[in-house]
């Protein structure tokens, strides 16, 4: 029986983001003997096996890349990769951890994912205004300073078009407390399932 997921994005190599891909990996290989797709961006490939999986899935002359467990594509950001009929996906480059590649995602030309991002008002402004966003869901720091996130302070401060536009997402338990805080975005929820 193969598992029903059979892709995996990885957009940086956080735990958050990457956490799970050694036991995924472990277990598929062992109890159904397949090897799903891994979408990488280019850049985060050697950094993802070197200093994230390799210490836990590596097997002398079995298992010696991520190649050995996944059929891994490499993408290069500002390319649309048709991943179906009816979904495309760019990697768009983003700021979250200094010195470390990271990126957001576009989907469908339309729909922008943040993954984890610092604030950054002039791509969004961009996105929206010159290639046809509709749609934004934004990681959102709730209280402190925005040196790894973006903070709900900052979004506040993009102009009402956007923020019509943004739903929040990667927020702290202190949620309760910023309801109806938010302006005109709203808190996406857990095990929800949203039209795009």
């Known amino acids: 029986m193969s598992p029903v997921y059979s892709v995996k994005i990885k957009p940086h190599i956080h735990a958050d983001h990457v956490g799970g891909l050694e036991e995924l990996a472990l277990m598929l290989k062992s109890r159904y003997e397949y090897k799903m797709t891994l979408l990488v961006p280019e850049l985060l490939l050697e950094p993802l096996w070197d200093h994230t999986l390799q210490g836990g899935l590596y097997q002398k002359e079995t298992v010696t890349s991520l190649k050995d467990l996944f059929h891994v594509i490499s993408l290069k950001p500002g390319v649309a990769y048709k991943l179906s009929s009816s979904l495309t996906l760019e990697l768009i480059p983003t ?55 973006t903070t709900l302070e900052e979004l506040l401060s993009l102009p009402e078009e956007v923020r019509r536009m943004i739903q929040l997402m990667h927020y702290s338990d202190e949620k309760p407390d910023f309801v109806g805080r938010t302006g005109e975005m709203e808190f996406l929820e857990q095990h929800v399932i949203y039209e795009l």
Do not use: W
């Open 95 to 149: 700021l979250h951890i200094p010195g470390k590649d990271s990126y957001s995602l576009l989907l469908n030309g339309e729909v922008f994912y943040s993954a984890d991002m610092i604030f950054q008002p002039g791509l969004l402004l961009s996105l929206v205004r010159e290639r046809g966003v509709r749609k934004i869901l934004h990681d959102c720091q709730l209280t402190g300073p925005g040196h790894v996130h």
